[in-house]
């Protein structure tokens, strides 16, 4: 264990801290997913941000800063201050990570919150309200899921593992055959293989440090291995708080797939245009003379679920059709109008289909 500030409490007393925090403002991420009243807007092109990240965001503000008045802050939804390079130990939140989870009404978002030190994380917490799945470790404390102890797994070879990411992508670079989900939130997806329920998971495009400080800790006292997809250990006081993707998996796993994107490593040193990865967002048009105009295809339904946090729709035969467009801001006009409908009903849910993805994986205009 690294010499810590003897000025400072204990990293177990800072995780107490951030606990009682992150359960409340998970709380109110929770009642602002229910309501299902969110404002959203984009704070830069293709970087949304609900007014629930930033309610999430000021209550953990003022709560933890109270508390640890000498403590720096770095957030996703506050102005770096680079308060982090001139106070001893350094608070790093991402309020909701996964907010396009949070807006698509899907339940893999989370409250992250970790205490860094000479830019290592000595305590954090990622919790799930929706799935009250609160994540937490402490340095030298092992981590932890509800209070029980966890581990990661560590299978010797990549094929048929379970791991967490974008289909295509792995398609695209030559991977073997896994079983893949997918969860918007980089926290989440990395706890889940602290937990054992996912062997792995790789980011290949650049992560925040509120993205991994919390998780990586969590999931180094799981005994998995963190890195970037060069293989270097994130260090969370530089002055650029972006790294290059994540690679999270048990120490065998690791180095495997640390193996398996090595040959790609070029492609990536190129810059920041990572389109050779074939990942397109919906509407994105296609820049290059050899891809054709493919149709894009949104269907806009809902109906009543048996669980609001589930899909099981209580009666497929009365599932509502909205109808089906050609464009993303078209689709959002109508689920948003629709879903406006909801509001004395908490188990109905309208959503956004991307047929296109579907039927077209690859975007090329054949199908699957």
């Not at 000595?122 to 929706?130: D, E, K, Y």
């Not at 998996?249 to 797939?257: F, I, K, M, Y």
């Amino acid at each position: 264990m690294p010499d810590l500030d003897p000025s400072c409490c204990l990293p177990s007393e800072d995780l107490a801290l951030i606990r009682d925090a992150v359960r409340e403002a998970g709380a109110i991420a929770k009642a602002a997913f229910i309501a299902n009243d969110a404002k959203v807007w984009d704070k830069e092109k293709g970087h949304p941000v609900t007014d629930a990240d930033i309610a999430v965001n000021d209550y953990l503000l003022e709560t933890l800063r109270a508390a640890r008045p000498g403590y720096g802050w770095l957030s996703e939804e506050t102005k770096d201050d680079h308060s982090r390079h001139a106070c001893p130990r350094t608070f790093v939140v991402d309020p909701i990570d996964g907010t396009r989870a949070f807006i698509d009404r899907t339940p893999n978002f989370a409250v992250s919150v970790a205490v860094i030190e000479k830019g290592r994380s000595i305590a954090g917490v990622v919790f799930n309200p929706m799935k009250d799945e609160f994540f937490e470790a402490s340095l030298g404390g092992g981590a932890w899921l509800n209070g029980e102890h966890i581990n990661a797994s560590d299978p010797a070879s990549i094929e048929n593992i379970n791991m967490v990411g974008y289909p295509r992508k792995f398609r695209r670079l030559g991977f073997p055959d896994m079983n893949v989900t997918v969860a918007n939130s980089m926290a989440y997806r990395m706890v889940l293989v602290a937990c054992g329920k996912a062997d792995a998971t790789i980011a290949f495009t650049p992560k925040s440090d509120w993205d991994v400080a919390a998780a990586s800790l969590i999931a180094n006292e799981a005994s998995a291995v963190v890195t970037d997809i060069r293989g270097e250990v994130p260090h969370f006081d530089t002055e650029s708080t972006s790294g290059l993707g994540v690679i999270c998996a048990g120490p065998t796993l690791h180095a495997l797939l640390l193996a398996a994107v090595k040959p790609h490593l070029a492609q990536f040193a190129k810059g920041r245009d990572f389109k050779f990865l074939g990942t397109r967002m919906a509407d994105r048009k296609k820049e290059t003379s050899e891809m054709k105009s493919v149709q894009l295809l949104h269907i806009v339904m809902g109906g009543e679920l048996v669980d609001p946090n589930r899909t099981e729709f209580k009666d497929l035969k009365a599932v509502d059709f909205v109808g089906a467009y050609a464009n993303f801001e078209d689709a959002r006009k109508a689920w948003k109008s629709a879903a406006q409908r909801t509001v004395d009903n908490a188990h109905m849910r309208y959503f956004i289909l991307h047929a296109h993805d579907l039927l077209d994986p690859d975007g090329d205009g054949i199908i699957g």
